[in-house]
């Protein structure tokens, strides 16, 4: 089977073709190609035997949404957009490639499904922006759409035109909202976000870190390696049980900043948890205020998703995925 | 003040301008101009003093929109839209008018804020439709957007760009969930919602209406003069209490079509009633059973917005204003 990842160069995209490749099946069946797009050229993953198709697309640009339907592949995961705050500095930027790129990527599936009966499975990624405060805890599944940033609209809106496209039957859609990813790999970043990953990636390997807000805010994750176990159930499950519904809150962990300190310090220790530095900002816990403390995820859970139940497990997955299994 | 009316030649839209003239003001403020605009072009209305711009335009066209806020009308009411049944007939033509159209006008205005400061009222008529089975009753205010129509998920998409523009300050936006109008005006046409007022209008004036559904089918009601008067309340209501989420689900009656029909005896006796023919059509019957029983519209009541009370009152409304006041 032929796979395309739009947005495969990204830390998720990275991950799931990893995973692909090293799973060298999907739902059972061999993956033969993979097509793998960014605003970048993606590194082709290593160890992989069938074809790879690596390649710079920016699907918002005029014809580049047809070349990517032109080879048909079976399945193809949306990963691509530009980050919140992006989205929200350059607000041209953000509905162009966020709504336009995906509106083109559905409607050349739609041509195409027009044309030859074409009608692959599309696994979206959404996030838990598109909702905003007040919000109630847990957040129930049918909750309404509340985003209070031009990225959750944009995702808001992609759900929508999947589900409408889903039901007149041009594509098998599925919408992932993925919860917060923690522990997020790499260097710390200037996202509002990161400090909840920043305060354990680096005390967990000697370094300092900078925690911006107070250790009662609640917030919801998930690891990278459930991220990409959503998107691999998304891609394999039977679609005919989620009904026209079709954008799902993923399951995740609700925790507290101090259930997260007190898991890493079960994990490595007081010395750990001495590398984080109090440095409150008020910019960073007022946008942190607006944000989701945690869904039901009812429905994703009972159609087969799942997800860490502990902090120590998020902890254990980054140690196991990114440290070689041991703490230096 | 210079009000701006898209849609101006449709049923709304037409009592709209009605109402306006009459007033001769909007929220204190003497109305001087009206333009009013629709596919074709618009009557003025009889009995206005003040400037008439009626113009045949397509919103969906390019540079129409750019062409509308030239004027800088302080208040636009966007009430153009092609409706449900054609919206899933043509594919392409729904999401031209119902979502490019809108996306124009509001990237139109937004240019011109970003020239010159320019920020005006935007009133955009949204729909039940936003909705779509299986639907709690009364449906709460915070109820998941679930369209199953394409002109639904239209209308759905539009909300949420209103609430962004909004948030981001390139107007003032409030969208409003019109419940389905009753007693229609005018002739029995092929809408499948049709049947709700066919059923009350024809017997009123001697005439056989046909009723395809059960007794027992529960539907969302308001006359047309109480839509009217949520847009004027929408258009000089003070939206700072609104707050982030511009889209309201307006009040309404929740009524079965027995209850409508004995308001009918009521109000025009049995030999009214004794002109409904049944002749069960299952298509309708099926179309029907998605659609919403009625709203809490609990937010709507609290920031003033008000309608009918009674089945007897609706049509009592449709005699006033469309029968001079008695029945034939």
């Known amino acids: 089977m032929h796979i395309l990842i739009i947005g495969a160069a990204g830390m998720v995209g990275r991950k799931l073709a990893q995973r692909l490749v090293a799973d060298e099946t999907l739902g059972g069946k061999t993956v033969d190609k993979l097509t793998l797009v960014d605003v970048v050229k993606p590194e082709p993953p290593a160890g992989y035997s069938g074809i790879v198709d690596a390649r710079e697309s920016d699907l918002s640009a005029a014809g580049e949404a047809k070349k990517l339907v032109a080879g048909r592949p079976d399945v193809i995961f949306h990963l691509a957009a530009i980050v919140s705050g992006e989205a929200e500095l350059d607000f041209d930027k953000g509905y162009r490639i966020n709504l336009d790129g995906t509106r083109y990527l559905f409607d050349a599936i739609r041509l195409a499904h027009n044309a030859d009966g074409y009608k692959p499975r599309v696994v979206f990624t959404s996030s838990i922006a598109v909702v905003g405060a007040p919000l109630p805890f847990p957040i129930p599944d049918d909750f309404h759409l509340t985003p209070l940033t ?3 609209t944009q995702k808001a809106i992609c759900e929508l035109l999947l589900s409408d ?14 919860p917060t990813i923690c522990i997020r790999p790499g260097k710390p970043n200037k996202a509002a976000s990161g400090f909840f990953s920043n305060i354990l990636r680096e005390p967990l390997v000697g370094q300092e870190a900078v925690l911006p807000v107070s250790e009662d805010v609640r917030h ?15 891609a394999t499950m039977d679609l005919d049980k989620v009904g026209p519904r079709r954008n799902l809150s993923m399951p995740g962990l609700s925790a507290t900043v101090g259930e997260q300190i007190e898991a890493l310090r079960r994990v490595a220790g007081d010395k750990a948890v001495a590398l984080i530095r109090r440095e409150p900002d008020e910019m960073i816990m007022k946008m942190v205020a607006g944000w989701a403390p945690g869904f039901e995820a009812k429905r994703a859970r009972e159609l087969g998703f799942t997800a860490e139940t502990s902090f120590d497990e998020i902890i254990r997955v980054h140690i196991e995925d990114e440290l070689g299994g041991k703490l230096p």
Chains 1, 2 share one sequence.
């Open 150 to 152: 031009s990225y959750g």
């Open 165 to 178: 496209y889903t039901r007149r039957g041009f594509f098998d859609g599925i919408g992932i909202r993925l």
């Open 220 to 234: 919801w994750h998930t690891s990278p390696r459930s991220a990409v176990g959503f998107l691999i159930h998304g």
